[in-house]
């Protein structure tokens, strides 16, 4: 079955900081990666997705994305946090057929230090 | 243009009551989604629909019913709520490639 592992919880950083938060997944097939973000009382917003190409993808905020696939890996990046990128980032697999499903990880809740 | 809207945006029931929450998208998606989301446990799929006409079971259907009415509604609809159903609600659409549009969310509360 497909899944998707974001293994931190909680994350804190200082504004300013590198930022990396972690993404694996399990699929049998060539996935579709999403980073979606959502701050509190918001539904989710796509930051950036890959489908095919250029393993390294540029998103939405200055965040960008790396596929791996020898480590089954879409770990998200920014160089340089700010206070207003505090919020909770989930990473998703989508299934490759019609109904157009993805599989959500259980989110990683990003804390930014002034 | 709006996206994907939900209504209502907040709810209170009591144990036994029923609800339809409406979701619709103005982006002529064929594929729409319900979610709920709960503290530490991510996005879990109720049902969705790939296509006007057709609905299917997610990972949580239970205690759940759908609609898809047309291609730009989808609703979702509590027989008799439990408090096991507070939860807050997402309604998505989508085209190509399973990126997702999602609606501000329901926040349900089941006394």
């Known amino acids: 079955a497909q899944s998707v592992t974001q293994p931190d919880i909680h994350i804190t950083v200082s504004e300013g900081a590198s930022l990396e938060l972690r993404c694996n997944y399990s699929y049998g097939a060539t996935p579709y990666l999403f980073w979606y973000v959502q701050s509190p009382g918001q539904g989710l917003q796509l930051l950036l997705k890959y489908f095919s190409g250029d393993t390294l993808v540029q998103g939405i905020k200055g965040f960008e994305a790396e596929f791996k696939r020898s480590q089954s890996s879409f770990n998200l990046r920014k160089p340089s946090v700010h206070w207003s990128d505090a919020a909770e980032y989930f990473c998703?697999?989508?299934?490759?057929?019609?109904?157009?499903?993805?599989?959500f990880g259980d989110g990683t809740t990003l804390t930014v230090k002034p | 243009n709006a996206g994907v809207t939900q209504t209502p945006k907040f709810q209170v029931l009591k144990t036994g009551q029923s609800m339809t929450l409406q979701c619709a998208q103005d982006m002529n998606h064929n594929s729409m989604y319900w979610y709920r989301q709960d503290p530490g446990m991510g996005l879990r799929l109720i049902y969705y629909s790939a296509s006007e006409g057709t609905t299917d079971k997610g990972e949580v259907p239970n205690g759940y019913n759908v609609s898809r009415l047309n291609k730009r509604e989808f609703s979702l609809r509590l027989e008799s709520a439990a408090p096991s159903q507070t939860s807050v609600y997402f309604c998505?659409?989508?085209?190509?490639?399973?990126?997702?549009?999602f609606g501000p969310g329901t926040r349900l509360t089941v006394l």
């Open positions: 998703a697999v989508g299934y490759n057929t019609n109904a157009g499903k993805s599989t």
């Open positions: 998505a659409s989508s085209e190509r490639r399973n990126e997702q549009f």
